[in-house]
């Protein structure tokens, strides 16, 4: 079983930077492929950013050039680095870890808000 404990959200004005952090239990980062989605009220859950076991990231458009998506392995956590945020921006965004084999795994944080507002 993994856990996941997001933090870092909170309220900033347009044109602000934010780090998330998402704490994971144990070493997984060789295993798992962890991600950032968010999800607003009545929508599904979307991707942001995610990165591979051996490092590659993906980004959704809208956060290419913004958002960055990085891990420390040596304290297990993964981090969102976001900047010039929009309103847009504003919605929960969850931590995920996934793994395919040898069957699909998901394990979620239980999210934390970003606020973007003047």
């Known amino acids: 079983q993994v856990q996941l404990v997001e933090s870092g959200g909170g309220v900033l004005q347009p044109g602000g930077s934010l780090r998330l952090s998402c704490a994971a239990s144990?070493?997984?980062?060789?295993?798992?492929?962890m991600g950032w989605y968010r999800q607003a009220p009545g929508k599904q859950r979307e991707v942001v950013a995610t990165l591979t076991r051996s490092g590659s990231t993906n980004y959704a458009d809208s956060a290419k050039g913004r958002f960055t998506i990085s891990r420390d392995n040596a304290k297990n956590t993964i981090y969102l680095q976001m900047n010039s945020l929009k309103p847009e921006n504003t919605t929960v965004y969850y931590c995920?870890?996934?793994?395919?084999?040898?069957?699909?795994?998901?394990?979620w944080g239980q999210g934390t808000q970003v606020t973007v507002s003047s």
């Open positions: 995920d870890a996934e793994k395919v084999s040898p069957y699909l795994r998901n394990y």
């Open positions: 144990g070493s997984i980062f060789n295993r798992y492929t």
